[in-house]
């Protein structure tokens, strides 16, 4: 299960905190900044990182699809993987964010967007 931001003594539960309590631990900003209506999937930074062989011996990292969880069926489709935001941001935490979180004031449209659940 992703993990939230926990709240300290100082944020309460009401409604201008509200955002905070959405953001989920590794998200670039606070939930909800960003475009109405948007997620994470949707950004151009949700993705995550895979290592492919270059010529000359060196490895590249490069971005790629989360993928789906288990095998598909025809009943039941698979939910989306989590992802990294990769944004450039100093003192990030490092952890998976489910594609359901709110957008960020940071949410760049991606050109290839996934769908959340693979049909079968």
Same mark, same amino acid.
């Given at each position: 299960?992703? !993990?939230?931001? +926990?709240?300290?003594?100082?944020? #309460? /539960?009401?409604?201008?905190?509200? $955002? %905070?309590?959405?953001?989920?631990? =590794?998200?670039?900003?606070?939930?909800?900044? /960003?475009? !109405? =209506?948007?997620?994470?999937?949707?950004?151009?930074?949700?993705?995550?990182?895979? !290592?492919?062989?270059?010529?000359? /011996?060196?490895?590249?990292? %490069? $971005?790629?699809?989360?993928?789906?969880? /288990?095998?598909?069926?025809?009943?039941?489709?698979? !939910?989306?993987?989590? &992802?990294?935001?990769?944004? $450039?941001?100093?003192?990030? &935490?490092?952890?998976?964010?489910?594609?359901?979180?709110?957008?960020?004031? +940071?949410?760049?449209?991606?050109?290839?967007?996934?769908?959340? #659940?693979?049909? =079968?």
């Amino acid at each position: 299960m992703a !993990e939230h931001l +926990l709240f300290s003594q100082n944020l #309460k /539960g009401n409604e201008a905190h509200k $955002p %905070i309590s959405e953001t989920f631990l =590794g998200q670039a900003h606070i939930a909800g900044t /960003g475009p !109405e =209506g948007k997620t994470c999937r949707e950004c151009i930074f949700w993705h995550v990182w895979k !290592e492919r062989k270059v010529a000359g /011996g060196g490895i590249e990292k %490069i $971005p790629a699809d989360p993928g789906y969880f /288990g095998k598909r069926h025809k009943k039941t489709p698979c !939910e989306l993987k989590k &992802a990294k935001c990769n944004r $450039p941001i100093l003192n990030k &935490a490092n952890r998976l964010i489910p594609h359901t979180a709110k957008a960020c004031r +940071l949410f760049e449209s991606a050109e290839h967007v996934l769908p959340a #659940k693979k049909g =079968g």
